[in-house]
């Protein structure tokens, strides 16, 4: 029986920092290139991106971005305090913010997945010259200086003007700008002790080569597949990495109890004190940091521009969540607990067997074979699944443009047009197929932002996804896993959101905006993967496309959803709660804390031996420090709006185009809860969470 992973970490790339613009005479120049190198392929009306430059002209490119983008800020920070206005300060920074991030773009995403090892290693060099150029430019006092006399004045041109100018300042603060010159630099060198000691913590976890080693027996009910795939030592053992792959492997296959506490118990002390002390040096370090910014902590510093605003409403939303689901919770782990007494005797139910028993069951709870249903999930079928979907949800068209210019024969080029009126909207680049050199992950990136230009026109959005599917040996379109099928909804939902944006300024426009928000849509457009209507839409038997996923099983799937899934969310907050907490407050313990919070919310299972907080919750420590609730956060308010506006009809179009027209076209133009409660008619809550996890209890 076949067994998919729920959930999982999706990548939604949003690119360099928009900070700085490119002066138009360089656009002009990129355009009339563009045109002339590529006279045979179709051009792509409003676009900006660049596509298949060389090693040499990515580096060119890069430099010309850096010099004009001097120009441009050296010209504004000329202009004299007593003499700024909207048109000689703000003006020109965000029509060149809205020319010079395509452009970034082309220089960067190369890396990602050109088939050419030198522009790749170009496209890195670019990457590297321009975030060290940004970085210089957001800490350039004059022209801080000249922004904030601006704003002094408060003479907005409209609302959004207003917006996008106090996040202008708010990122030059965030810096330290508006502080002495004596206290920015103890921020740089707090930034740079910050810096270092996270490479050092990702270093060590690298640098762990440590394995176990186990014969055939210690590792039954692992995959054969799995196993043929291990490397064995001189005595002929069988050799366990502690990376994340074997791990969550043995924890999930394995049958033997010793064998997945070993592995667990292991995988739990990677890099022992040593990690420990760091996280405890970095944690002290972010707090001066945030203190000198005039933050109480750094959680405070962390979450003032998230949606969640304040460490105290991110606290009561993780408890309430909790409290609300304790008691699903403890009936589930009873359900594991009685399930490992038969199968294993009188030995205690331990944290290290929840993945293992958790899928034995719903192996015996549910009539689902993932093999099977991967035979009715060709590509073509749910690529053109997903098409009729948005489109009738969000009214958008999506036309293939045949012989546009690509980096790879696979890649496919579509403009996306509004369905009444055939206005176009945007553009989308589909990278879907796997091969060598290409970025390994799922995940879109925003090339081309929506702006209003300084001549009146609105610049149109441009999005790439990029995938890892596999093509069949003759090189056909392959099938795809159901989990492929959820994380391609997923990327397709950051597609339509950045698609729909119609900010005036990059810099708040697609992708850029609130991290809290973000994911939001991307959330809520997983939910058709679950109902029985858009499971035949995107499923077709690879022999015959007219049989569609049958009726049990559409029914069966959308049970496995929340199996278990109170549980799960349980161990989330325990991270999140930790991450909270020592982002919170001074001196503290922190061995004590992860152990006090453990059998607080895994409801009295204890910790094995050994294990360390700072290797259980990497995330803590680097990418998502003070902040791992969002990924919960948008989950509830995704649920939110799918129950309250598409639960009874999933092809409900008008209150997709009120989504699109009320939340997607205007974020980052007004806040998130504004918006979301403005579609809504309320505020959100996790009401709507919270039962879906108990509607399809065992």
Known sequence: MGKEKKGGSLL?????????????????TAIKYQKEKNAKKKDLAGSKVRVNLSASEILKLA?????????VHNSVASVPLDKVTYANVISPLAELQAQQFPLIQSCVFPKLVSTQEDVRKASAEAERRIDAHLDVCSKREDVYL???????????????AKRFVQILVRDFERNGLNLTASKREELQRLRAQIDELSFKYIQNLNDDSRFLLFNEEELAGLPPEFLKGLDKSENGKLKISLRSHHVAAVLEFCKVGTTRRMVSGAYGNRCGEINVSILESLVQQRHKYARLLGYSCYAEYAIDVRMAKTPKKVFEFLKEISTSLTDL???ELDILKDLKKKEEGEIPFGIQDLLYYVKRVEELGYDLDFGEIKQYLPISVVLSGIFKIVQDLFGLRFEEIVGADVWHCDVRVFSVLDLGSSELLGYCYLDLFSREGKYGHTCVLALQNSALTISGAQQIPVALLISQCQKDADGSSGLLRFSEVVSLFHEFGHVVQQICNRASFARISGLCVDPDFVEIPAQLLENWCYESYSLKLISGFHQDITKPIKDDICKSIKRWRTSFSALKLKQDILCCLFDQIIHSADNIDIQELFKHLHSMEMLGLPILEGTNPASYFPSTVIGYEAACYSRIWSEVFAADIFTSKFCNDVSNQHAGM???????APAGVKGPIEVLSDFLGREPSIQAYVENKVKYVL
Do not use: C, H, P, Y
Not at 63 to 69: E, P, Y
Not at 146 to 160: P, T
Not at 658 to 664: E, I, M, S, T, Y
């Open 146 to 160: 000249v922004i904030k006399a601006f704003a002094v004045r408060r003479e907005w041109m409209n609302a959004e």
């Open 63 to 71: 430099d010309q971005i850096i010099a004009n983008s001097n120009k």
């Open 329 to 331: 919770a403890m009936k």
């Open 658 to 664: 009120q989504f699109r027209n009320k939340v997607l």
């Open 12 to 28: 939604a790339f949003t690119g360099a920092a928009a900070v700085l613009a490119i002066a138009s005479n360089l656009v002009i």
